[in-house]
């Protein structure tokens, strides 16, 4: 089973940056060959994708990271990175990466979310001075 394991975020002050990473491990998984997806959760709020990048790297960015934000892979580590910068107090959230071998997460997230089972444990991004 693919699993996910996220590192990064923390506490920043407005206008800093961080990068969050999310690694594919178990039995073989090769995480180039999914679609994986950046998603955030704000207290209150429902998930929401920010970003996301297909297995043949083409990217995705919801308007309000456009930008500001860089999703890239590694394939030597079996990593996605999001690189975050210009960071604003609105981006304080829950982040989540998520994978899955259907492609059209990143074209309909709204649609497919309610449906993927691949899912990073979370990291918590703080954005204050």
């Known amino acids: 089973q693919l699993q996910l394991v996220q590192s990064g975020g923390g506490l920043v002050q407005p206008g800093g940056s961080l990068r969050l990473s999310c690694a594919g491990s178990?039995?073989?998984?090769?995480?180039?060959?999914?679609?994986v997806g950046w998603f955030r959760q704000a207290p209150g709020l429902g998930r929401d994708m920010i970003s996301c990048i297909k297995s043949n790297s083409r990217t995705y960015y919801k308007d309000s990271v456009k930008g500001r934000f860089t999703i890239s892979r590694d394939s030597a580590k079996n990593t996605v990175y999001l690189q975050m910068n210009s960071l604003k107090p609105e981006d304080t959230a829950i982040y989540y990466c998520t994978a899955d071998g259907v492609e059209d997460m990143c074209d309909r997230p709204e649609f497919w979310a309610q449906f993927l089972r691949n899912w990073g444990q979370g990291t918590q991004v703080t954005v204050s001075s």
């Open positions: 178990g039995s073989g998984f090769n995480l180039d060959l999914f679609a």
